[in-house]
Each structure stands twice: as C-alpha cells, then as structure tokens.
C-alpha cells in the first residue's frame, strides 16, 4: 500500500517558515460548497467554539478588515465597525474575495493573505489553549495557541459578535 502524502497548503508553509507549531486536520467536503463551520467542527469531533471563521469586511473609509470569530456566531457590524475605527463597515461580497485576499469563499485563513489586513479575534480566543482556522483550502483546518496566531498576524482582541 503506497503511503500517502501529507498535503500542505500555504498556510501550513507558513507557519512552518515562521516555526509555529501547528496540527493540521482534515474533514471531508464534497466538490463545490464548502461546509459550513458547525458541520466542520463536528466532522473534527471539536467543539464549535474553539472554530473560528475568517470573515473580510469593507469599511466605510474603503479599508479592509478581517474578523476571526466562533462558526456559530454571527459578527456584529456596529461592533466590528467600532473594533476597528470605523463609521461603518460591511461584508465583502463572495466574488471579491479571491483576487484581495487569494482564498476562495470557505478556504479564508487569516494566516497568508495577498496583503495582511487589521485583524480582530473574537476576544473569547484568549481563554482557549488552542483554536482552529481555515488552513487556506476548503478541507483543512489548522489548530494552534491563540497568542501565537494572533502575535502573527499582528491582530487584537474585541467583542464583535452579536
């Protein structure tokens, strides 16, 4: 039986660049629709709060923001908005994530986008050992230390849910 090799995906690359240590796990998903994040975290046998969806937003000065938060939360725009400055901002629409950040819709990782926007995390990630994120690729997620993904992004910490 021929062994089966390990996928890596951009992120994975850079957090083994940055040594960062990581787990990497893997969920099935058909073609197409990725998951939504509930369906993901079970299929990992994780709780869902320890899952975190990536989420880019525009705000009203024309800047880019990237939330991170729990799979069953929903971002609170007037909150985000305020996390980051902002009078107001809102979600980036599907078809404009790939060329800004080069993850398609479902693969979004705040680790190794095109440029590193301000990133927030949902400030429950400071409480937990470790949480997942999207590892760039519909399929793959990544587990690490909160503190160290977020020193690596260069992100903060707020209440953005609702």
Do not use: W
Not at 55 to 81: C, E, H, M, N, Q
Not at 85 to 102: D, F, N, Q, V
Not at 121 to 144: N, R, W
């Amino acid at each position: 039986m021929a062994k089966v090799k390990e996928e890596k995906t951009n992120v994975m690359r850079v957090l083994d660049q940055k040594k960062i240590p990581y787990t990497p796990h893997a969920y099935p998903h058909g073609d197409g629709e990725a998951p939504d994040g509930v369906t993901v975290a079970r299929s990992l046998g994780q709780d869902p709060e320890r899952v975190f969806k990536t989420l880019v937003t525009r705000g009203a000065s024309g800047g880019y923001y990237v939330f991170d938060i729990p799979v069953t939360d929903t971002l609170d725009l007037k909150k985000a908005a305020k996390a980051v400055g902002e009078k107001s901002i809102a979600m980036l629409h599907s078809r404009e994530l790939l060329p800004l950040t080069g993850y398609v819709h479902g693969g979004c990782s705040p680790i190794g986008m095109k440029k590193q926007f301000p990133t927030v995390f949902h400030e429950t990630a400071e409480i937990l050992d470790t949480i997942m994120v999207s590892a760039g690729k519909i399929g793959f997620q990544v587990e690490l230390s909160p503190a160290d993904l977020i020193e690596l992004v260069g992100g903060t910490t707020a209440d953005v849910t609702v």
